[in-house]
C-alpha cells in the first residue's frame, strides 16, 4: 500500500517562508505526477503545483513566483518551498501522486499552513 506523507507545516507570519515535504513508501519514479493541493475553511481544494516525472512544473497562478515544487527521486519526496507567504495562502496542504502504470491517485493525510499575525 501506498503512503504519502507531509510534514513541515505550521504557524507563520506574512512575509515568512516554510517548506513541505511529502515523503513516499515507495519510489517516486513510480509517479508520473505529483502535486501539491491545499484546501482553505469553507473553500474547494484547488491545485497548487504540480510535476511530472520529466521535472516539468506548472503552478497556481496567485502562487505562481513564491512556490517552488521539486521532486528528489533519490529521497523519495517532493516538497514546496513557499515564500513571501500570505494570509490567504492559510490551508490544509496535501500531496497527490499518480501512479504512471495503474493510473491510480494517492494522497497524503494533509498538512496545515497558518499565516497571520
Known amino acids: 500500500q501506498v503512503q504519502l506523507v507531509e510534514s513541515g507545516g505550521g504557524l507563520v507570519q506574512p512575509g515568512g517562508s516554510l517548506r513541505l515535504s511529502c515523503a513516499a513508501s515507495?519510489?517516486?519514479?513510480?509517479?508520473?505526477?505529483m502535486a501539491w493541493y491545499r484546501q482553505a475553511p469553507g473553500k474547494q481544494r484547488e491545485l497548487v503545483a504540480g510535476i511530472t516525472i520529466g521535472d516539468s512544473t506548472h503552478y497556481a497562478s496567485s502562487v505562481k513566483g513564491r512556490f517552488t515544487i521539486a521532486r528528489d527521486n533519490t529521497k523519495n519526496t517532493v516538497s514546496l518551498q513557499m515564500n513571501s507567504l500570505k494570509p490567504e495562502d492559510t490551508a490544509v496542504y496535501s500531496c497527490?501522486?499518480?501512479?504512471?502504470?495503474?493510473?491510480?491517485?494517492?494522497w497524503g493525510q494533509g498538512t496545515q499552513v497558518t499565516v497571520s499575525s
Open positions: 497527490n501522486a499518480l501512479h504512471q502504470m495503474t493510473d491510480k491517485n494517492y
Open positions: 515507495t519510489s517516486i519514479i513510480s509517479f508520473s505526477y
